[in-house]
């Protein structure tokens, strides 16, 4: 019932950890790009407009629960202040194009597969890809936007790990820092 997150997941880390990418000769620009719809769009309740409700995990409630869990009744959210000076996220000004190796589990055929193809076939409320400060690549479908508050999940677990990383990495310049080449 859960599983749309975590295929969220396995299309985050190839583009983290080696990915090809390449730009088609006239990108589009990296702005916000949304959409009223998604993969089955009414097993997640777009007839009832998304609703947030419970049961929590519900599928027609999933949509509305997981963009807009501060709304669910019951629920005590803790809401992180902003900051008083917000680093800027500049855009590119082409958006990023990328394939991944994409299997079928019942053939074991493989085939190449882009970020469109990705949202065309899971539900995914967002994807939004940067690289530094530079948003490169940043979609939502199911009437999502980017004013929603999503639900981070795992989704913030890895984000802490890579920038606990980075800031060990920095503190010792390089992974090489040490004599055996990893992380001490």
């Known amino acids: 019932m859960h599983g749309w997150k975590y ?20 990108p ?29 995990d519900k ?9 807009h869990l501060d709304q669910l009744p019951g629920i005590r959210v803790n809401t992180v202040a902003a900051a008083e000076k917000p680093s800027p996220l500049l855009r590119a ?7 991944y190796p994409f299997g079928d589990v019942s053939t074991f055929a493989t085939s190449t597969a882009t970020l469109p193809d990705y949202l065309a076939r899971n539900p995914a409320t967002g994807l939004l890809i940067a690289h530094d400060q530079t948003i ?17 999940q795992s989704m913030a677990k890895t984000v ?9 990495v ?10 055996t080449g990893t992380m001490p």
């Open 7 to 26: 295929r969220s997941l396995a299309v985050v880390l190839p583009l983290i950890f080696g990915s090809s990418a390449s730009y088609a000769q006239e």
């Open 28 to 56: 589009p620009k990296a702005d916000p790009v949304f959409s009223d719809t998604g993969p089955n769009p009414e097993t997640y309740g777009q007839q009832l407009g998304y609703p947030v409700g419970w049961p929590y």
């Open 59 to 67: 599928l027609q409630n999933m949509v509305g629960n997981y963009s």
């Open 93 to 99: 000004q082409s958006e990023i194009t990328l394939s």
């Open 136 to 152: 490169l690549y940043e979609h939502y479908q199911y009437g999502r936007t980017d004013h929603d508050r999503f639900m981070s």
């Open 160 to 168: 802490t790990a890579m920038l606990g990383v980075r800031t060990r």
């Open 170 to 179: 920095g503190r010792n310049r390089t992974l090489r820092s040490n004599e």
